[in-house]
Every structure is written in C-alpha cells, then in structure tokens.
C-alpha cells in the first residue's frame, strides 16, 4: 500500500456522461499530481495542486477538470466522455510544490476507465 | 514534442545477467531524472534518482548513469533477478516546470530464469 488511495479502481460508462475520479494523497503530502495512461503508452501529465490551487497544467483537455479541496484530496472531472478517453488514471502525491531536490512522486494503484 | 524517451519497449534478459534500460532526453533544464518500476494492476514506484549535476547514482543492484552532453542516461541492474520483470519509466523534472515530471513511454524487462 504506497498511501495514496484511489477510488474507483474500476469505471465503466456510455459516451457522453460525466464520471469523477477520487484521490487521497499520502499523509503529510501536500501536491497532488494527475497522469494519463493510455493503452500501451506513457505517463502523460494532466494537472497538479499544490496545497489547493493549481500548480502546474499539462495535456489536460477542457472537458477535463480537477481540484483539491482543503482535506488535500483531489478530484479528477471527465465529461462529454469519448472512446478515446478510456485509460488508467493515475494520482500521485509528493511532499513538495516547488521543485528542489528530486520530487519524487508516490502513485496510486490507478482507475481504469473504460467508455463503452 | 516527446521531452523524455525511451526507445526500447522491451528487454529480455537471462538472470543473472546485467540489464541496461536507456533514456534520452531533449530539454536540457531538467533538474534531476528518476527511474520508477510499475508492475502490473500497480501505481508506479520511484526506483532511484540522479542529479543533473553528478554522473553516476548508485543503489544496491541499481546504478543510474547519466550523460548529459548526449543527453542520455541508463539504468543498470545488476544481477537481474525474475523479480525485477516489470514496466520501467525513465521520467525527468526541472525547477521550471513546478516540480511535474515528464515520463517516458517505458521500456518491459523481462529477466527469464
């Protein structure tokens, strides 16, 4: 169990409808970052929070949202779902925002969705 | 534009043997590099890290090498063990970049009894 708990494991829903993935991060942990994997592919970098407000944006597509409320944890919006968006998601946490030493992240186990 | 990448999507090695994974990058304001290890229905776990100022960074069975004027480095594992079979990111973050890292597409090692 890395700590970072993520819910659900498993999503399976129609084109078109809205889904919101759960994130807690470890204890302590104050930035919590989003990454995308799709089937066969790389990490691919959403959003972070950094002690609720954003921090840094990647790839993230409008129909996409986040946020981080004052508990820490983090929700991750996908609406108007399309095929292509079925993927693992994953949370991550680490201790710092800003960067200065190596920032190593602490994942989830992931959701897997999938748009039927 | 692919920041950090892997070439090889799978290795295969004999256990026992050594396992070399490579990484190139193209951005050279990356502050430091990390390798994690993902097996399967698992979240990424951090493996070992490397300064951009220092060449070589060593764990136990695991030595990261990084050249930064071809802009590479490499993951060593010595001796490979079946356990270390799994999905291995190179991944990279800088001061400019708030800390986020950048991953590679990874690279499957597989170490055969």
């Known amino acids: 169990d890395s700590g970072v708990t993520q819910t659900p494991k498993h999503l399976i829903t129609a084109t078109g409808q809205r889904v919101t993935l759960r994130c807690s991060p470890r204890?302590?942990?104050?930035?919590v970052y989003w990454y995308q994997q799709s089937l066969d592919q790389g990490l691919q970098f959403l959003i972070q929070?950094?002690?609720?407000?954003?921090?840094a944006k990647g790839n993230i597509l409008e129909r996409f949202s986040a946020q981080q409320f004052p508990d820490l944890h983090s929700e991750l919006n996908l609406s108007s779902l399309e095929l292509g968006d079925s993927a693992l998601y994953f949370c991550?946490?680490?201790?710092?925002?800003?960067?200065?030493?190596?920032?190593?992240?602490?994942f989830g186990a992931g959701s897997r969705l999938t748009v039927l | 534009d692919q920041q950090v990448k892997q070439n090889s999507p799978s290795l295969s090695v004999q256990e026992g043997r050594i396992s070399i994974l490579n990484c190139d990058y193209t951005?050279?304001?990356?502050?430091?590099f990390l390798w994690y290890k993902k097996y399967p229905a698992e979240g990424p776990t951090f493996l070992i890290s490397?300064?951009?100022?220092?060449d070589k960074n060593e764990d136990g069975r695991f030595t990261v090498f990084l050249n930064k004027s071809a802009k590479h480095l490499s993951l060593h594992i010595v001796p490979s063990q079946p356990g270390d079979s799994a999905v291995y990111f190179c991944?990279?973050?800088?001061?400019?970049?708030?800390?986020?890292?950048?991953f590679g597409d990874g690279t499957t090692l597989t170490v055969k009894p």
């Open positions: 490397i300064s951009s100022i220092k």
């Open positions: 929070y950094y002690n609720g407000e954003e921090r």
């Open positions: 991944a990279a973050s800088g001061q400019t970049n708030a800390g986020k890292s950048t």
């Open positions: 991550a946490s680490s201790v710092q925002g800003a960067h200065s030493g190596a920032n190593v992240l602490t």
């Open positions: 951005n050279s304001m990356f502050d430091y």
């Open positions: 204890s302590g942990d104050l930035s």
